[in-house]
């Protein structure tokens, strides 16, 4: 619950407006709301609204259902199911069974995707600062190749850390979790450079941040490049500002890097491989 953002919520403490998660997790749980209380046109605004927000800017439930199916270029696939799922519930109702229950369901499920995961919340990390979580967490013996700073907000300054830390252990860093860290393209941008130059990174997780489609094109020419980001073959960059869709030379580039996988690599493959 503590995750939700309340109404009239705007701005967090530091007077920034709220990441996006937050925002969209609002959305739902206001139309799941609506969906209760028998006000069936407002959650069908409000579903239009979620929809807009993450980038199926159609307003047409046919290209909701039919047209974005075929789009193999989705940063996020698996958000895209679920609104398929909500849409059939709001937009067609049905009379027999429990509905709401089933939509409240889809609803969790949506919620759970686009909110932070439990792993960083069981090892206390909510509870202390950000600067001391850092430094925890790069202090810590990184022996299986994973590093986590999930959940953990890091600035532009935080980023030199971190650049000299992976750059200390670029020999081992296998994965990278930087999901829900109020990450910005200034400093994303700023650390890109030390994530190419990692020989052996295979995952990198961006999801849930404050990156823009700006920072594709950077991300893109690296991949082109065959001695940047060698050996990685999966890049989550879903639910952020407003990066729906991934230009067809990003995921060609991360297909060479990956020639035995039968089709281009997405959350939904990874996860199922997982």
């Known amino acids: 619950a503590s995750l939700m953002l309340k109404s009239g919520d705007r701005l967090n403490r530091a007077g920034t407006p709220p990441p996006p998660y937050q925002r969209r997790i609002g959305m739902i749980q206001e139309m799941m709301m609506m969906a209760k209380q028998g006000k069936q046109d407002e959650a069908t605004e409000m579903l239009k609204t979620l929809r ?6 159609s307003t047409s439930l046919d290209d909701v259902l039919y047209r974005y199916a075929s789009f193999r270029n989705l940063v ?3 958000t895209h199911d679920l609104i398929i799922s909500l849409a059939r519930y709001v937009h067609c109702p049905k009379t027999e069974g429990d509905s709401l229950g089933a939509m409240e369901k889809v609803c969790r499920q ?6 932070p995961h439990s792993q960083w ?3 206390g990390l909510l509870k202390r600062k950000p600067q001391a979580c850092l430094k925890a967490v790069l202090s810590a013996p990184l022996s299986s190749g994973a590093l986590d700073l999930s959940g953990i907000p890091l600035t ?3 980023m030199e850390r971190l650049s000299a830390h992976l750059q200390r252990h670029a020999s081992i860093v296998v994965s990278l979790e930087l ?3 109020e ?16 020989p052996h990174l295979e995952t990198l997780a961006l999801n849930g941040n404050r990156l823009t489609r700006a920072i594709l094109k950077e991300l893109t020419d690296a991949l082109k490049d065959p001695s940047s980001f060698p050996s990685v073959t999966w890049i989550d960059l879903g639910n952020n500002v407003d990066i729906f869709s991934l230009p067809q030379p990003f995921l060609v580039s991360l297909r060479k890097r990956c020639p035995k996988q039968g089709n281009l690599p997405t959350i ?7």
């Open 52 to 57: 807009q927000d993450l980038g199926m800017e």
């Open 76 to 78: 996020d696939p698996i």
């Open 110 to 115: 949506l919620t759970y995707h686009l909110s």
């Open 121 to 123: 919340r069981r090892q």
């Open 156 to 158: 532009t300054r935080d």
């Open 179 to 181: 999901g829900f860290t």
């Open 183 to 198: 990450l910005t393209d200034e400093a994303f941008l700023q650390l890109l450079p030390t994530l190419a130059a990692l």
């Open 268 to 274: 939904l493959e990874f996860g199922e491989s997982q």
